[in-house]
């Protein structure tokens, strides 16, 4: 029977790690204290709502997904989504750009 080499078994699991560390992850909409039991919103979502923030990794997700997934967000209370800025300060690393929509008057 034909052994490993553990030098083999660490090259191949490490090249394996680094191909799957590579995949964007999907964007999403990020909600501050989501899972904060002691929020008013806990489990139930805001009522209404005056920005969205939503988290994407640039080199995985087109600006159209982005902008849709605000509107949507915004639809969701009767408000239409515009555009105001893309920040660095609330995302994690594997999704560090923030795009920042106002959710203005009704649809």
């Known amino acids: 029977?034909?052994?490993?080499?553990?030098?083999?078994?660490?090259?191949?699991l490490s090249a394996i790690l680094l191909s799957a560390g590579c995949a964007a992850p999907p964007p999403y909409v990020f909600?501050?204290?989501?899972?904060?039991?002691?929020?008013?919103?806990?489990?139930t979502g805001p009522l209404n709502i005056d920005s969205v923030i939503i988290c994407y990794n640039k080199s995985g997700t087109k600006p159209e997904i982005v902008a849709n997934m605000a509107?949507?967000?915004?639809?969701?209370?009767?408000?239409k989504a515009r555009f105001?800025?893309?920040?660095?300060?609330?995302?994690p690393l594997s999704t560090p750009i923030a795009a920042i929509y106002a959710c203005d008057g009704p649809l």
Do not use: I, W
């Open 71 to 79: 509107s949507a967000e915004c639809a969701r209370f009767n408000k």
């Open 1 to 12: 029977m034909r052994r490993v080499r553990p030098v083999t078994l660490v090259v191949a």
């Open 31 to 43: 909600h501050s204290g989501e899972f904060n039991r002691a929020s008013p919103t806990f489990a």
């Open 84 to 91: 105001e800025q893309q920040s660095l300060d609330y995302c």
